[in-house]
């Protein structure tokens, strides 16, 4: 168990709806990054936060956006769903800083049909 | 722009056997850190090992190690004593120091251990 917790485990649902998931990272853990795992890209980065503030992108549409909140739990919030969104969302933490290893929690597999 | 490359898409080794899992990659930032990550078939990533760039000793956790070779841009996963617990797909990734502190993943190998 490494920590970090993400609900909902799984997910079904259509497409053009819109679907919201949730993490938290690691107890200390200043630092949020959400990764997409999908059989034809592998693993992209998606964002970053850190202490509430996004700090980085990555390969995030325009339809997808995140947020850290103040008790540094983060969502990512995933609109206007097309099939290809169909994948394996990660969220990880870390301590933030170069020298901390990024944990990753057990994922949320996402089906559009 | 970083690139992380494992040319093996599968391996099959027999149990108790050492096994290496291989890993390049590329960048021009002097400072970066090396990781690797087991996914079994239930899907979380486990991290397994951390090698820094400026590390003068090659990083060992239990029963595995990084072989780090700077000059080739090398960072080899080894498994000593194979156990079937060990079948999974392995993932080595890179995070360069400057700017965004986000993973690069390679495409992964499947390992698998033969009883």
């Known amino acids: 168990d490494s920590g970090v917790t993400q609900t909902p485990k799984h997910l079904i649902t259509a497409t053009g709806q819109r679907v919201t998931l949730r993490c938290s990272p690691r107890?200390?853990?200043?630092?949020v990054y959400w990764y997409q795992q999908s059989l034809d890209q592998g693993l992209q980065f998606l964002i970053q936060?850190?202490?509430?503030?996004?700090?980085a992108k990555g390969n995030i549409l325009e339809r997808f956006s995140a947020q850290q909140f103040p008790d540094l739990h983060s969502e990512l919030n995933l609109s206007s769903l097309e099939l290809g969104d169909s994948a394996l969302y990660f969220c990880?933490?870390?301590?933030?800083?170069?020298?901390?290893?990024?944990?990753f929690g057990p994922g949320t597999r996402l089906t559009v049909t | 722009a970083q690139k992380i490359t494992q040319t093996q898409p599968g391996m099959f080794v027999q149990e108790k056997e050492a096994v290496t899992l291989d890993c390049t990659y590329d960048?021009?930032?002097?400072?970066?850190?090396l990781f690797w990550y087991k996914q079994p078939s239930s899907g979380e990533m486990i991290f397994l090992i951390y090698?820094?760039?400026?590390?003068?000793q090659n990083a060992t956790e239990g029963r595995y190690s990084l072989n780090f070779q700077k000059a080739r841009k090398s960072a080899n996963l080894v498994i000593s004593a194979s156990q079937l617990g060990d079948s999974a797909m392995y993932f080595c990734?890179?995070?360069?120091?400057?700017?965004?502190?986000?993973?690069?993943f390679g495409q992964g190998t499947r390992l698998t251990i033969n009883p």
């Open positions: 990880a933490s870390s301590v933030g800083g170069r020298d901390y290893e990024q944990y």
């Open positions: 107890s200390g853990d200043l630092s």
């Open positions: 936060y850190y202490n509430g503030e996004e700090r």
């Open positions: 960048t021009s930032d002097p400072s970066y850190g």
């Open positions: 090698q820094g760039s400026y590390d003068q």
């Open positions: 990734a890179m995070r360069e120091d400057q700017g965004a502190q986000k993973l690069v």
